[in-house]
């Protein structure tokens, strides 16, 4: 009844989540029939699994290519990739809320068409930028005295960011969207979807960098260009076809609900707001043809200038979006996992590179990048069995407990024997014999550490991949490797807590995507997904500006703490909303 009634008050399609037990029985007798091995390759299920493959293996090599292309186009530098990683964080920051309006107000098949082309014409022509920018480098740094460079530099950027927004857009529209529809709104069926489709993603992210990693090594850099460029022609026209089938197969696809335009919208609360600050005037009267008030704000609003019009059109569907967000049932468990990306306890390419300066080799750590994808594989597959027995909600709340749980190794780290954290770093003003003191203690503490020289060490990206552990020997080439740590205990603590949080983190990630599927109706899936990704997206942000603040090695135990306190916070939000569904579950019994 809850559902019914949230979908009508919102202008959603009025759906009914079946029971497992219904659906179980009918997979059952579906399983019988001789054949249902073929009926299950034509089936919709198959396909987006495919297409899902697909489009996660060129995202993880473009993702992976883009970064180490920018680095050697920039003399080995990072401000290349750092301005690339601003651009694109800042892009889906402010654009999320407009990117999931789109996908709301248009039908599906050609949300998917239109993203899914524009994502892979953009990495296409980006790849031939960048082939001839290597082919000719010399001569294009002659021309304009230099400034070619520039635009070929900006070019390059502005395509990725293209491709990276369109990225979002189809992950909106197929993961938050089309698979919920294709499950015939049955929980059981989702879940097991939502799994399969992580699953999938943690595999792509191991191999697909792998690949063409190895093309770029035994090759070259053009050719790894050609390969990417080869590979996103060939998944766009697999995609395609595949989408395209999907939307013909599954006809509940082709049934949108309408989206209230925005000029009524925003007629009617112009309306509200003249009546209110008049005081005498009546309730806004229905829009009619015969209203003269409406005729009046629509000849207002005629009379701007189309770019203004524009304008306000963008930053009204902005404001709406992120209200609609706002007014969520599960906004608390959304905004929970937003600050779960508040940290740099992740395999990313910060955590790598501090694993350096604790002088482990980069053997050692694609072995536990390995191990971590079997964690995070281990993660998808207790989500699928925890909501079976113990429900949605009570899943979250166990994933959590098991993520903080494991994390606590990660904080024990900070303060065990081979930690270089000194705070004495921090205290630029204390007294000079309190320097004197810490500043012998961390000479004893430092003898293992090797800061990392010029600036020129620190990556800033923001994708949360660890796109850099294959060409380490380009970021972090002045780190000694003959030089061994005193203890390994700090070192093996945290990267225990970080592999084996990784399957609280999987769970709770899926327990909240399935959340934000079931619970929001459907005119708004994309606005409030779109919203969610801006989130997602900022508070990834800050992890990269505490780096930024403290990027010294001896900085790394105070960073540690203070991402810990984020996904507490995080976690802490998702028990308040676990607290109040439960509550008003009751109530409505």
Same mark, same amino acid.
């Given at each position: ?93 402010? %654009? ?11 039908? @599906? ?6 993203? %899914?082309?524009?994502? $892979? ?26 400034? %070619?460079?520039?635009?070929? &530099? ?18 909106? /529209?197929?993961? !938050? ?9 049955? @929980? ?77 919208? &925003? ?12 005081? $005498? ?58 600050? %779960? ?43 699928? !069995?925890?909501?079976?027995? &113990? ?50 203690? /961390? ?44 203890? &390994? ?11 084996? /949080? ?22 708004? @899936? ?9 989130? $997602? ?40 909303? /676990? ?11």
């Amino acid at each position: 009844m809850s559902q019914r009634a949230d979908a009508s008050q919102c202008g959603g399609v009025v759906v009914e989540f079946e029971s497992d037990d219904i659906r179980d029985a009918r997979a059952k007798k579906a399983r019988s029939i001789p054949g249902s091995a073929l009926i299950y390759l034509k089936g919709p299920k198959f396909l987006i699994y495919v297409s899902g493959a697909l489009s996660m293996w060129g995202d993880r090599m473009w993702h992976f290519a883009i970064s180490v292309f920018l680095i050697e186009l920039y003399g080995r530098n990072l401000l290349l990739t750092a301005v690339f990683g601003l651009v694109v964080a800042g892009s889906v920051l402010l %654009l999320g809320a407009l990117i999931g309006d789109w996908v709301d107000r248009n039908p @599906r098949n050609k949300v998917a068409h239109a993203s %899914l082309f524009i994502q $892979n014409i953009s990495v296409t022509v980006c790849s031939i930028v960048l082939m001839l920018v290597f082919s000719y480098k010399q001569r294009i740094e002659q021309i304009w005295d230099g400034w %070619l460079t520039v635009v070929c &530099y900006t070019v390059v950027i502005v395509l990725a960011d293209v491709a990276n927004l369109a990225s979002t857009a189809l992950t909106i /529209a197929i993961q !938050r969207d089309w698979i919920v529809v294709i499950t015939g709104y049955n @929980r059981g069926h989702l879940a097991g979807m939502n799994a399969t489709m992580r699953r999938i993603d943690q595999v792509t992210n191991i191999l697909a960098p792998l690949a063409v990693g190895q093309v770029m090594t035994l090759a070259s850099n053009v050719v790894g260009c050609g390969f990417i460029l080869g590979w996103n022609l060939v998944s766009l026209i697999v995609e395609f076809f595949f989408l395209s089938r999907v939307y013909r197969i599954v006809p509940a696809l082709s049934v949108k609900p309408p989206v209230e335009e925005v000029d009524q919208v &925003y007629l009617q609360r112009m309306e509200r707001r003249d009546s209110q600050g008049e005081g $005498n005037v009546a309730q806004p009267q229905p829009l009619t043809e015969g209203n003269c008030n409406t005729s009046l704000h629509l000849k207002e609003i005629t009379n701007l200038p189309l770019c203004f019009r524009r304008f306000r059109w963008l930053v009204s569907t902005c404001k709406d979006g992120w209200r609609a967000y706002y007014r969520q049932p599960v906004f608390l468990a959304g905004m929970g996992l937003a600050f %779960l990306y508040t940290t740099v306890l992740g395999f990313d390419c910060i955590t790598t590179g501090y694993a350096y300066t604790q002088g482990i080799s980069g053997s050692l750590l694609s072995l536990l990048m390995g191990v971590s994808a079997i964690t995070g594989l281990l993660g998808t597959v207790m989500f699928t !069995r925890l909501r079976k027995t &113990y429900g949605l909600i009570n899943t979250g709340i166990i994933s959590s407990c098991l993520h903080l749980g494991c994390l606590l190794l990660c904080v024990c780290s900070v303060f065990a024997p081979g930690s270089p954290m000194d705070l004495s770093l921090l205290m630029p003003y204390i007294t000079s014999n309190s320097s004197t003191e810490l500043g012998g203690m /961390a000479t004893q503490r430092q003898k293992h550490t090797y800061p990392l020289r010029g600036g020129s060490n620190q990556p800033l990206l923001p994708d949360r991949s660890s796109i850099h552990w294959t060409n380490n020997t380009v970021l972090f080439d002045n780190v000694p490797s003959d030089t061994a740590p005193e203890s &390994y205990i700090s070192i093996i603590l945290l990267f225990l807590g970080v592999i084996t /949080a990784r399957i609280g983190l999987w769970s709770f990630d899926l327990t909240v995507t399935q959340l934000l599927q079931e619970n929001i109706c459907e005119s708004e @899936r994309g606005v409030v997904n779109g919203v969610q990704s801006s989130m $997602n997206y900022l508070m990834d942000l800050l992890h990269f500006i505490m780096v930024i603040s403290a990027p010294q090695p001896q900085h790394f135990g105070i960073l540690v703490i203070i991402s810990v306190l984020f996904i507490t916070t995080g976690h802490t939000m998702y028990f308040l909303y /676990a607290h109040k569904a439960k509550r008003k579950r009751r109530l409505d019994t």
